[in-house]
Every structure is written in structure tokens, then in C-alpha cells.
């Protein structure tokens, strides 16, 4: 077990990670601009989505598909009730609301880096998890504000919320548009067109991973230190708030693996649906929220998810995970 | 030249679209956006450097010489910046017709 | 016939264009950032400069790559003195000569789209016709407005038209300087030089643009949505210019076919030169066109070369041109 | 500080050069030009999204104290901004002199 | 809406920790900052393309309705842009609350 | 030897620097987005270390290792040291200060052209020298700021510099960050980690390197046309800085061409280290410097810097050294 976690930790994606996190505790002044992170995201979530798209086409897409995705989906609707439900105790509603969300729903670098971990362990893993990450992207956006309108019924019916506007807003939202888009267009290419395109999605793909999370890295280490500053605006102790950003992924992590177990995935399978459930949002769901719940703070949600949860599932997450599969699928 | 109202607006970018919606709704006869600006305010730091947006502000620049519309834009932006944060700064000018 | 366009309709490329448009259509936030957009263009630019060169250097220059070029000029001023005879008679002088001068040019990247379509059907072509590009991407911008001062004496001299900078400025723009460059770099370019070089430019080619034709999705969709509301400001019915938009290129394309044919080019070189001749430029003439001819509605002309020409072109023209000018060889 | 008008420009980013071009030759002391704007106006919304900068903005500042050259700029880019549109703004304002 | 300052402050990109630190230490109620400037004056031109960013400028702009503070920022920019060049702007604004 | 420096001529980076500087000359609008400079130049950085991490693992770190980073060490503290003697007889002593810490740093990008260039010709290097172009990197602009202190003694008390504040900021500026983190994180790789990057760090990296130098064309051209409009502000005549552009470069290299083969160093690691004597700064220094000597005036030594030494390296300095280098050993 301790070999996973070192050899985890000594990956050269967290590698740079660690080295962009230390870069901004340190005020150096490394920085990638801003258009090139947003590019190296795109680049991650094209090429996820066309890789999973020709893995999905190599198999048949048979019942069992069709069943994780159910369930991945109905993981997506729940997991950010019970999430809603305690952490209203702690925080305003809004916050709550946006809290559940944003750990409802998944992030996609997360994940990805989960892939590059596999891959590098021979670990073989089905395309169809990406069409599941794809599908639990959404829902939780929708869920939490209907959660928080349930909870504050007067001050939702003064915002008038636009529920089409919302609705759009969650479905169509880059990254999903992104990854469904390039998974149908993997599904759909021809061999020899898919033979093309490999170089840039296949074997470019570690060496931008790494990149992209040396600029989380830096923005990351940056939110954490603003946090610390403004940790008075917040209504709550930044102790509570990081206790939350590692005990939600844990609690989801673990009823994601079980579900995985109960399911029988494949080793690879189960530990990548793990840690769909323990990841949260720092893209998408933020985004929404900006609009749809403007008065939940972005300082608290933004803050936990990209700071604490992100990092968390990387460095111990990852492997972790893959060890409690593991071990709950030989019991 | 004929004077006329510069209205400065700083909102996130997210709100970009919301922003231009109300523009075109109450009639203004026209803006400029800078996108990717950073700033510090009673909601803290805003980098303009991560990927979501949400810490990025952007600044509308609208040059308006009709009263009614001038207190539409004011009156359309403020529930905006008390939800969301922000400000919006009026001045005067005079505008070069040509 | 029918399994060309099915197989230019399924070609990853063109997959991605559509996903652009339909996110653009849907009002997703799905973005490229202007700077991304701009790398992906230039490397479009210099990796087909460098495989011209490359191919160009492999295979002897002959005369009968000369009257290629020759006949490549010609082109470029043919078609917009006849484009703009017609068309002058639909729209103000301006727009007319700027219309005239952006389809006399050419689109690198439907030129691009034809090379990659060519590979995925194993045919092969000339690297000459990446030199005939160039050639052709500059006298439209003179021509055009040679034929608008020929027309609107008056206005013309009013302007005072600097013709040195429009000369300069037409013969070094970007692209061109770019794309001639790149040829002459890939020409003199040692073999093992060379091989350093095309991991870079020919193994990333299809991936690059395909995220480029994402990009140009969602921005040929936005300025048709753009198009039809400021519909009443141009002096023509959108009707009229979408039908200029397809009618031009097909003109073009089956003047140029005949020219290819007659020339007794092979089937590669032939579609090349028809895409080179039905293809309008959207970067080069039109910031030309902005500096030379400023009373040129862009609406107009930019819109129909980006929203209309380039995705016919891509969608149906290169099969199309492809039939066409096989049929024509044949009889 | 002393006191000095602001003008501000916003023309089209293809016309970038030509402004710089004519405020060196009117001898305006300085200017400031902030790239990838974009806006909406009489001839339409400029996105600032396409490869080609047609429909990508510009803003130009400049602080200027002396009469005759601020008559200068203004004169000089009237014309452009009748050709190409854009809108070009004065103001008042103190020049913290160094 | 109450009346306030707009004070505008281009230096080099390169001083931009060194404006936020001053206007944190001042105690500027806030600022925005436009970054990626190009520009031109008395030490010539700073075209905003070499990868230093020496030769780039920023925007930064200030509203500020307190007597004292406006000094403070005042009297804290001059130094820095005797030094390194750059210009600063006050101006009248109404600033609305929300 | 001539044909060392034809073969560096037409090497294809070089020949698109060329491209960029006759672009830039000919007022061509040919350009490179800023954000997409930053990501090549960040990727190089990257792309370097990495390989020289890979290098450094393959090799055992023993005493001669050592003593090559000591020797660096000196040349990076003895090179400012003499230049600013020789300077401050003809610059004001804060431009002489911020000249000397120019020239006592390195330009990463020669350094990369140079293997680039050795890879080309088949000669090995080994990969400390990149561990030595890290460590010469910050100590130039330490020694810097103290000559100019020493020389000025009451206009930099007035000042009140900040000690703490210079010596992070030369440490930990963002290219020394990343050049050391990617060497440590080559270094720790697995073989396996380190073969899914190297398509990313090794098989782009000479196209990126021909795009990167493409800009850096542009920007060397214009600023040396800025350079003869301000010429006048500057108490020198471009002239004598021009000279200096160019003898600093052939003093530096002469005096680490000795020192390399006095040590014995085989002929790639011989040309690195000479190279990075001969190189100067114009990223690291002078942002460090308009910190810490805002007196001195960035038209002067950046403009030296990258107007001038950095094509005279590239374009002479590389075939000219290694012929040196080859021939001292010999004698
Ligand atoms: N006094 C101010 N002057 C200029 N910009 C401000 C000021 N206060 C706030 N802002 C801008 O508005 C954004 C949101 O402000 P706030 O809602 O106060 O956090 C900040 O990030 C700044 O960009
Ligand atoms: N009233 C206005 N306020 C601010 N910016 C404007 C205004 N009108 C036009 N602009 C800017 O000028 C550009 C060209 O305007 P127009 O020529 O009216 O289409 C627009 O894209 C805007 O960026
Ligand atoms: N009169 C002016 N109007 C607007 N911006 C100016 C002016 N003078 C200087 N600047 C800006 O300040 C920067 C430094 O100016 P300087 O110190 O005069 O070289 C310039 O690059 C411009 O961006
Ligand atoms: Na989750
Ligand atoms: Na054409
Ligand atoms: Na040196």
C-alpha cells in the first residue's frame, strides 16, 4: 500500500503540481497566463473525451453500460442532498446550497489525472467512465438550487430565478458540451482518422497534464493564502470549512466505492467512479452558482474545492481509493 | 462635441452577458468591454488568474447623453453589484461626434 | 459519391467545426481563448508552409511547376475583376470590390482541411500548391481596390489612398510572410533537419485542426446569429448575400476545375487548385480591406467569407469539387 | 497636479497602428492604448472573438495639457472614426505631475 | 450616489506588486487593474510584446471618496513613477452605492 | 569550419528567427500573441530541464559534477564583477550595474538553441550543464545591485533597498523556479514516467523552439528599430553600446572557453558552458532589475541584450565558440 502512495506522490503530473504550489507559497513570481491554462484545460477535456470515445467504440455498448451510467447518475441527484442536508447545520443556506453542488457534481482534472495514474500502473479502465463523468457534471447544479430554493423559499421567489436560463446553463456548459462532443466524435471515427489525431491526444497527453497542474498548482497555493486573509468575511472558521473540503470527498468516496464493489467494476473502473463521487467542481458548478445563487460566497465554495479537495484527492485521494477498492472488493 | 455621461461599470466576468442583456434592454446606444481585470474590494482579492471567471472582473465603459436611459443602466446595474459585487463610477464628458 | 461527402462528414475535423457551431447555436459558454485561436492559425500556417517546402524540395522544380504558379496568378486576378462585375450590380461599389477581393483570395484553412482530407483518402498532392497558395493569397486586396478607384473615382480620391502601404501591407501580411517562409524554411531544410521538425508539424497537424475548426464553429455561428439581427443595416437582404455566398464559390470552383483539368493535373493537385479558386479569405483580405477600403460594410463581406463560403466549402465543396473534378478528368 | 483633458478613443484593433501613427505626428505626449476590447455600437456588436481583429476593439488614453494639440487629435481622428466608427471621449482631469 | 475620485495609474507591469502593496497600505477602499497595456512617452515606447514585460504596461484605476487616502496614494505613486515612469490621473466621479 | 557555420545557418530555428526579424523589419504585421511567447518560452524552460534531469539520472552525480556547477558558480560571480569595471567607465553607474548583471546571467533560449545545435551535429552533452545554467542564472543580479551599491553609496541609501526582497526575487524568479523543478522532476522519474513525457518535452521541442525563435525575431527587430529612434535619450551613442553588445559576449566567451578546457570538459559540455558565458539575460535580469535599479534604463541593457548579443550568439556565437573550443583543446 505504502508503494501506491509513494509511487503516487513521485509521479511527475503531482510532481508539478507540488512544484507550482511551492512556486506561489514562495511569491515566485512563475506564472502561466491565463489564456494558456484555459487552453490546457480544453486540450485535457478534448483529448479525455476523444480517448474515451475510442475505448467505448472498441467495446459493445451493452446493458452494463447503460446501468453504470444509471447509476452514476443517480449518484450526482444524492450525493449532494445528504451533502445539502448536513452542512446547512454549519453554513447559510446559500453556501450550503453552492457547497453541495460544487461536491455533487466532478472534476474532470481529477479524474484525468486518475487515468494518467492507471495507465502508468497498467491498469487497464473502460471508456464509458467518461461518458458517466460527463453525465454527473450537471445535475448537481440543478439540485442544489433547488435545494436551497426548497430551504429559503422567500428570497429564491424574490431573485425570480430563470429556470431555463439555468437549466441551459448547466447542460450546455463548456466542459460538458467538450467531452460529450469529442467522446461521440472518438465513437464515431474511423480507424484510420482516429490513427491521426492519436499523436496530439495520446502522447502529448501527460506532458500537458503536467503543465496544467503546475498552474493549479499556483492557483491553488494562491486561493489557499487569500483564504487565510479574508477568513474573517467568511461566516465560518476556515478550520470547519477545511474540515468539510477533506471529510465530503471521504464520506462520498466511500459510498461511491462501495457502489462500485456492489456493482462489480473492474479494478479500474471502480476506483475512477471513486473518485468521480469524491471529486468536486471548480469550473462548471462555480460558474453557475455565480449566477444562480450570487449571494452564496465564492471565497468559501471555490476556495474548498480548488484549494483543499483538489489537492486532497491528488496527493492521498488517488491512491487511497484505489487501495480501499481494492480491499473491499477482496472482502 | 455634446456632454454627456461616462458610465464605468466593474463586474465579474461572469456576469458578462447579464450585463449586455441589460444594456441592450434598456437602450444604451452603445458600450465597450475590457475584458480580464484584476482587482481588490470589500469581497477581497480577484486574481484574474484562475480558470472559472469567478475571481476575473471585466470593465464596461458606456457613453450615454439621455437622462432616462442613464438612470435605467444605474438603476439595472445596482441589484447586479449588491448580489455579485463590483462598482459602477458616473463622471462627466464630452463626446466627439462625427 | 455519396461515401466522399458521408466520409467528409464523418471526418474528425469537420466533427469538430460542427461542435462548434452547435455549441454557439445552443448559446454555450464553450470558448477558445482569442490567443489560442491565433497559436492554432499560425501553426496551421507554418506546418503547412514547412510540408509544402518539405514536398516541394523532395520532387524537382520544373517547368511545369512554374506554369502551375502561373496559372495560380492568374487566378487571383481573374476572379475578382468577373466577381465584382457581377456583383456590383447588387451592392454598393465597396462592398462590392471587398466581396470581390475576399473570394479572389483564398482560406488557408479550407486549403488545410483539403490537404487532410487527401491524406485520410490516401491520395496524394503537390507541395507546389502550398507555393500557389501563397501567391494567391495577396492580389485580390490590389485588384479590388484598383476596381473600386475604376468605379468611384471621386470617393477614391478623396481618401487619398496611400498605394505603398497597401501594397506592403498586402504583401506582407502575416500569413503570407508566414506560410512563404515556412516553404522556403521546410525547402533548404536538411533531411535530418527536418526530421527534428515534423513530430512537430505533420504528427500534431489533424489534432491542431481540429481544435482550430472547433474554434472556427463557434465563431462562423456567432456571426451568423450576429448577421441576422443587424440584418437592416446592410443594404441588401441576408437573402441575397447567402446566396452570393454559395453561388461565388461555385462559380469559382467549376472555372477553376476546368482550368486544373485542362491543365491535366493529378486528382490531388486538382482538387487543391478547384478548393484554392472556391475558397474566400477571412483574415488577410479583410483586414486589408479595413485599412484600404474602410466604407466596405465588414458585416457584409467578412460574414458571408466566414459564416456561409467556409463552412459550404468544408462541409460539401471539397467532395463536391473532389467529384467533379474527377468526372471532368474522365470525360 | 495640473490640469489636462483625457481623452479616450475606442477604435477597431486593425486601426491601431494609424492612431499611433497620427498622435506621434500631432505630438500628443503620451498615450496608452489597452488592447481586446470589445463593444457594441451603430455598426453592431464587435465581438472581439474573431482571428482576424476586425471585430476586436481598441482603447486609446491620452492625457494631454496643451490646447492646441488636443484640437490636433481630435480633428485627426474624427475622420476615422466617421469611416470606421468608434467613439472618442473628453474629459476633465488633474495630471499628477513627477 | 455620492461624489468621489477616479484615480488612473498606468506604470509597468512590473510594478504591479509593488501598487498593490501601497494601496493596500494606504488603505484604498478597492481597485481594478487592466493588465497588458502598450504605450508611449517621454522613455519611449512600450509595445507590450517581449516576454519581460518590462515593456508592458497596466491600468490601474481607483475610486476613492476619503480626503486622506486620496493624498496617501497620491504622495505613494509619485516616487515610484519618478523612478520608473508612468502617469497618474485624478478626476470627479459619482460613485453609486449599493 | 565553414561549413560549421553554414550548417548553423540554415538550421531550421535559425532560419525562422531570420523570418521573424526580416518580418519585423519589413513592418509585416506578423505576430505572435504575448500569452502564446510566455507558454513557449515556459515550455522550453520545461522541456530543458526535464531532459537535463533525464540526462543528470542516467549519469552518477560524482566529484566532477560538482566542481563543473562550483566553476559555474564563479564564471556567474566573476563575469559581472570585470564587466562593470570595464562599463562604468562609459555608462552611468546604475546602466554599467544593470549591464554587468545582464551579461552575468544566461539566456536560456541560447543555451536550448546550443543543444539543439549539438544535437543536430551527433556531439553528446551532459545534462548538469543545465544544473549549471540554473545556478549561473539569479547570482549576476545579487552582484549587480552590490557594485552599483558600492559605487553609489549615497543615491542607493536614499533608495533604501530592500535586501530580503532582491535576493527572493533573483532566487526565485519564475525561470529558475522552473528550470530546477523540471531537473529534480526528471531526475526522480521512473523511465516509465519520464517515456510518457518525452514526446511532450523532447519530440515537439525543436518546433517549438523554430516558433519561439520566430518571435523572438520579431521582438529583437523592433526593439532594435526602437533602439535607433530613442537612441538620443541614452547618454551613449548606440554605437559604443552596440560595440559592447557584442566584445562582452567574445570577452565572456574566451574567458569560459579556457576555463571549460582547462577542465577538461568533452567538446558538447565545452560549447554549453562557453555559451553560457557568452549569453546574456532578457528575461530574469532585467525584470529583476527594473525592481531593485529602476534607475538604470531598461532601453539600454535590454536592448543590448536581446537586440544584439542574442542573434550575434545564435547566429555566429555557436559555430564560432565550438570551432574555439575545438581548437584550444587541440593546442
Ligand atoms: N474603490 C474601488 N476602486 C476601483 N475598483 C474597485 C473598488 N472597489 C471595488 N472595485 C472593483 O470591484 C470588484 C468587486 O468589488 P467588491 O464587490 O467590493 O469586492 C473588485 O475586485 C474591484 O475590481
Ligand atoms: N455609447 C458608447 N459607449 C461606449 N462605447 C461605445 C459607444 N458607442 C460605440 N462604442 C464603441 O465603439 C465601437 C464602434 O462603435 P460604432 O461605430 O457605433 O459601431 C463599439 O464596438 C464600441 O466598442
Ligand atoms: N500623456 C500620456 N497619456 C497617456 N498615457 C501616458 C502619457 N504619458 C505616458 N503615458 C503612459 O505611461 C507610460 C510611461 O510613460 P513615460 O514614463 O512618460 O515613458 C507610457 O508607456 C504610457 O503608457
Ligand atoms: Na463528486
Ligand atoms: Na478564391
Ligand atoms: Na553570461
Excluded at chain 1, 471521504?250 to 467494476?265: P, Y
Amino acid at each position: 500500500m505504502e508503494s501506491l502512495f509513494l509511487s503516487n506522490l513521485t509521479a511527475p503530473p503531482l510532481l508539478f503540481f507540488f512544484l507550482g504550489a511551492l512556486a506561489a507559497f514562495a511569491r515566485s513570481d512563475l506564472e502561466i497566463p491565463t489564456q494558456i491554462g484555459k487552453f490546457l484545460s480544453l486540450y485535457l477535456l478534448m483529448a479525455i473525451g476523444f480517448k474515451g470515445g475510442l475505448a467505448l467504440s472498441a467495446s459493445p455498448l451493452d446493458a452494463s453500460v447503460l446501468r453504470d451510467l444509471g447509476v452514476a447518475l443517480c449518484l450526482a441527484v444524492i450525493v449532494p442532498i445528504y451533502a445539502f442536508c448536513i452542512i446547512k447545520r454549519f453554513t447559510p443556506a446559500a453556501d450550503a446550497a453552492a457547497i453541495a453542488a460544487t461536491y455533487g457534481s466532478i472534476s474532470a482534472v481529477t479524474f484525468v489525472t486518475g487515468t494518467s495514474y492507471l495507465d502508468s500502473l497498467g491498469v487497464p479502465w473502460s471508456g464509458h467512465l467518461v461518458a458517466a463523468m460527463a453525465l454527473m457534471e450537471s445535475p448537481a447544479i440543478i439540485i442544489g438550487i433547488v435545494l436551497y430554493q426548497t430551504a429559503n423559499r422567500e428570497d429564491a421567489d424574490a431573485v425570480g430565478l430563470n429556470w431555463r436560463a439555468i437549466g441551459r446553463e448547466a447542460c450546455l456548459n463548456g466542459s460538458v458540451v467538450l467531452i460529450t462532443g469529442a467522446l461521440i466524435i472518438g465513437y464515431v471515427a474511423s480507424p484510420s482518422a482516429a490513427a491521426q489525431i492519436t499523436p496530439f491526444t495520446a502522447d502529448l497527453f501527460v506532458g500537458m497534464l503536467c503543465l496544467f497542474l503546475l498552474d493549479m498548482g499556483i492557483v491553488a497555493a494562491r486561493r489557499l493564502q487569500d483564504l487565510r486573509k479574508v477568513g474573517g468575511q467568511a461566516q465560518q472558521s476556515p478550520g470547519i470549512l477545511l474540515l468539510f473540503a477533506i471529510a465530503l470527498p471521504l464520506v462520498n468516496a466511500t459510498i461511491t466505492a462501495f457502489v462500485a464493489v456492489w456493482l462489480g467494476l473492474p479494478e479500474g473502473d471502480a476506483l475512477l467512479l471513486t473518485l468521480l463521487g469524491a471529486s468536486a467542481s471548480y469550473i462548471a458548478v462555480p460558474a453557475a452558482m455565480r449566477l444562480a445563487l450570487p449571494q452564496a460566497n465564492p471565497s468559501v465554495y471555490l476556495s474548498m474545492s480548488l484549494a483543499a479537495t483538489f489537492p486532497f484527492n491528488l496527493l492521498i485521494g488517488i491512491p487511497l481509493y484505489h487501495q480501499f477498492t481494492l480491499w473491499l472488493a477482496a472482502t | 462635441m455634446k456632454p454627456c455621461k461616462r458610465i464605468e461599470i466593474v463586474v465579474e466576468e461572469a456576469l458578462t452577458r447579464r450585463l449586455e442583456e441589460l444594456l441592450e434592454a434598456v437602450g444604451a446606444p452603445g458600450y465597450t468591454m475590457l475584458p480580464r481585470a484584476s482587482g481588490n474590494g470589500d469581497r477581497g482579492v480577484r486574481r484574474g488568474d484562475d480558470p472559472t471567471g469567478t475571481f476575473t472582473n471585466c470593465v464596461f465603459i458606456i457613453a450615454c447623453d439621455d437622462e432616462a436611459t442613464i438612470t435605467a443602466i444605474i438603476e439595472g446595474v445596482r441589484p447586479l453589484l449588491q448580489r455579485s459585487g463590483g462598482i459602477c463610477l458616473v463622471s462627466d464628458a464630452m463626446w466627439v461626434r462625427h
